[in-house]
């Protein structure tokens, strides 16, 4: 694997969820395959769980780990081309990624969608520029719009809580004070077209993702409906596509409660967290032990490694 | 040792001055009992000593380490339970303790006072929560009410300066320009509280810690007599316990001169750091060589290396 | 060597050179040199290629590294004698130098220009303190008047590209909307006193640097002039040192374009980054072949690292 920007990048999902899994009991048995390499961590935006889990990975596999919020500790940096640089920005991409590459082996990154400007988000402005400019792999720790490493711990963490062999998976739109981006729910979506599964997705209207994305997933808007049967429940906030980035619905009726996950067929609970309680989720959903929300930022450091175990062996 | 909080949680203060000595002799003699573990250093509050000592001890253990300032690279957490959390707190620490937990060894935090609100500082509440929902090893990098490592340090520098075996140390109050926390007096007396000493403390009116720790300690209001015969003067800002948080008094006259170390047995100076020259004390006095600052700073490793190596052994 | 402040502390620039691009042929050939030791590097201000390469240069050669941001980790220093510290600085120099040294073998510092105070800026205030109160080698990461380490990297990338013994170097003033320091165009110059070369500076009327640093090197003002039969140009922005700090010039005939290289010896394009595309240069000029902005950046990790391979020797 030469990049992890996208869950297609993967050869096989099911392989590496097997890996991954594989790791996760023996975590430091690759704990030389890094050495002597160094992997640079770009923050664009804040970040807990990424931060840390995917420094985690790396030292299990021992690499260097150099971590830079670019922000405060750089500056802005220009991706248009041809522009005269005369304003904010003080230093374009072109040059960025390709000094970053003279001091790392690998680049991760992480830029949040602007949810401003649709067309510069979809094309994904900032990780597309590190693969052209940077000359070396990029992994992706959640771009404008998908989060592939997020739904490769979510991967591991249906395997690893089935107990039938093709599930009911649900993935569940629930209100939230503030605009988000779409890219979990993207990736989660994508990921779960790999999966044998019956897979449904519920939101209010005018909450629909990119149809270029859901493709042919089923969307039923009746979320009560939806959960009938559910052997997983992952829930999410994000932001209206269509009235893109607007927050258009704030109602508490889509907040994931007990008396909902009783429809399920005793439901595994899956958020990648961070997760606003009783908003998103009831105390007595979150707090019950359906909720496997810890476990699943857990498989975030083995999601990490098994993708930087890829990498390296391909550098 | 679980968790080390609290000064308390040493089993025997004396025992533990004489190995973080052992220690600072050849301070690598640990240094592979880390390998492959993590330890997390959280700071929800700015730092220099603390930031690099316990980064320098981790490393003498052979810890990999990985530092985040909860604020500017993460979010604000939410600490109360049952909250409809749809303001600015992004997540509960429930989820934030249990998942860092799933990235590191052991937790460090640094959490200041409030100084707003006497009964949630006196909760402790972020150490606390991190203790109650990490299910980690939790360090106190200096909370709401104590600075335990520092206090440590604190014990080891008298140690090697004593040299009278039961020695009178004073604690003196000097003025601050701003409201600082009592954590680091809170500390020194309840490690002084273990210590053969003859233990005074010394402020103006009002400025009296909390009874619940100054307990039977001795104060005296006349800083002049205090010093009288004294082997340590340990001098610190605090801001009013009883009108909580305020600064009630910047007197000048409790500043620390040369004139009033000569009411002294010689004593040594001592202040945690980051001192305010010709506030806290004067130039005169901070220059002497009866002053061990540095050395008292230089001793924040070896508190953190001792209690991080007795953590180690017991997980 | 025992501090690296200024390109003179190098015996032999020459000499230093070659060994640079011996140690890049096998940047691993000295990785236990630093073992058991730590590096701390201090960010008094933003850095994207230094905080990278200092990094990657430590860890080459196996040294622990700590990274610090002072301004938004830690605190704001007082660095005059004498003064009674009851404003907004928390710490004084000599107390922060001299803790920083017991938990670190060798400091790095960034501390950029004023660019309001001429003469605080030539005192080198920051530095010099370090130097004076911590005890322990000094690196200059850049300072408010030099930048060894990118010197050092730019007669690294002179050396592996000239292609005739006496090579013409121009260094140009170009555009810029922002004053920035005269750090880099400093050190430049007094590397290039080291040179045997045919040495021109060219910028409009009012950008002459300070002449205690030009000394007798050859100033042009007319920058087509300069250009003539060059092998390099290095080209940077400064603001005024005569109108201390000011941006007295925006003129956009300085920039560097494609007809001005015509007037070259097939001169190579160098600039420190980061660089304001169609302002300092046109994109034509840095995308072309000549360009050799990135590989003078993958130097910086060797200038570093030879750097810290000399004072390591020396500890």
Redesign the interface.
């Known amino acids: 694997m030469q990049h992890y920007t996208h869950i297609n990048d993967l050869d096989s999902l099911q392989k590496t969820v097997a890996e991954a899994i594989d790791l996760k009991n023996n975590e430091?048995q690759f704990?030389t395959l890094g050495e002597?390499k160094?992997i640079?961590l770009l923050?664009f935006n804040?970040?807990?769980?990424t931060?840390?889990?995917t420094?985690?990975a790396a030292?299990n596999l021992g690499l260097?780990t150099?971590v830079?919020?670019f922000g405060?500790?750089?500056?802005q940096l220009?991706f248009e081309?041809?522009?005269?640089?005369?304003?904010d920005k003080?230093?374009?991409v072109?040059?960025?990624a390709?000094?970053?590459a003279?001091?790392?082996d690998i680049v991760a990154i992480r830029a949040f969608a602007s949810l401003t400007d649709k067309e510069k988000d979809k094309a994904e402005i900032v990780i597309n520029s590190f693969k052209k400019y940077a000359g070396i792999p990029v992994v992706n720790m959640e771009s404008a719009i998908g989060h592939p490493l997020q739904a490769l711990a979510d991967a591991i963490t249906m395997e690893e809580y089935k107990v039938v062999h093709k599930p009911k998976v649900v993935l569940s739109w629930a209100p939230h004070?503030k605009a988000l981006p779409q890219a979990v729910a993207n990736s989660f979506v994508e990921m779960m077209q790999l999966q044998d599964a019956d897979f449904v997705i519920t939101h209010p209207e005018g909450y629909e993702l990119d149809t270029e994305i859901t493709k042919n997933s089923t969307i039923e808007y009746n979320q009560e409906k939806a959960f009938e049967n559910a052997d997983f429940v992952y829930v999410k906030n994000w932001s209206s596509f269509k009235d893109y980035g607007k927050v258009v619905n704030k109602d508490k009726n889509w907040t994931v409660t007990a008396d909902k996950m009783k429809l399920t067929n005793n439901a595994k609970f899956m958020h990648c967290?961070?997760?606003?309680?009783?908003?998103i989720v009831a105390?007595e959903v979150?707090?019950s032990e359906n909720s496997v929300?810890?476990e699943q930022?857990?498989n975030?450091?083995y999601s990490a490694q098994i993708v930087l175990k890829k990498i390296l062996e391909n550098l």
């Open positions: 430091l704990k002597g160094t640079c923050f804040n970040s807990l769980r931060r840390l889990s420094q985690k030292q260097n150099v830079m919020n405060s500790e750089g500056w220009e081309d041809g522009v005269v640089m005369d304003e003080s230093e374009h072109k040059e960025a390709a000094v970053v003279q001091y790392c004070p967290l961070p997760v606003r309680r009783n908003v105390d979150i707090d929300v810890i930022a857990n975030r450091t």
